[in-house]
């Protein structure tokens, strides 16, 4: 389901994005190339809004949104399974609010596991806006092993 939140505002252009780059394993991973990271405190953070981040409408693009609550909820279910062997199996993302400002924090819990298969639940939130919740994510995700 798509919604447009707003026409864009005056001035708009959008980002070139340059020519196109072939996939391979020296590019860099897709969260790094919006700014997202893991900080010091195992949260993950998208830094506040830019050009590259935003969509015509000046709010968070859908793009770095689903990056960043996918690196986030992987890191989260690594951590809790010990070992980078896991798969999202199924993928739900709701969109509750315009993210506006950032930095763009995620938090998440993995809600729970049994045998190879999960759950997990993460928010986006924006901290220019009083930790607003931007989208929410829930995971359905299997361990290997």
């Not at 506040?48 to 690196?71: F, K, N």
């Amino acid at each position: 389901m798509g919604v447009k939140l707003g026409a864009a505002p005056p001035g708009f252009q959008p980002v070139d994005p340059g020519p196109a780059i072939e996939d391979g394993p020296s590019l860099p991973p897709l969260h790094t190339v919006f700014g997202a990271y893991r900080r010091a405190d195992g949260i993950w953070e998208l830094p506040e809004l830019t050009a590259r981040t935003a969509s015509t409408s000046g709010s968070l693009h859908i793009g770095p949104i689903h990056i960043i609550l996918e690196a986030a909820a992987t890191d989260l279910v690594a951590q809790m399974a010990g070992t980078d062997a896991v798969q999202i199996e199924d993928w739900s993302v709701d969109f509750v609010s315009r993210g506006t400002h950032g930095p763009f924090i995620v938090d998440g819990v993995v809600a729970g596991r049994k045998g190879g298969t999960g759950r997990l639940s993460t928010g986006l939130r924006d901290q220019g806006r009083d930790s607003r919740i931007v989208a929410s994510a829930v995971a359905i995700f299997s361990v290997a092993g």
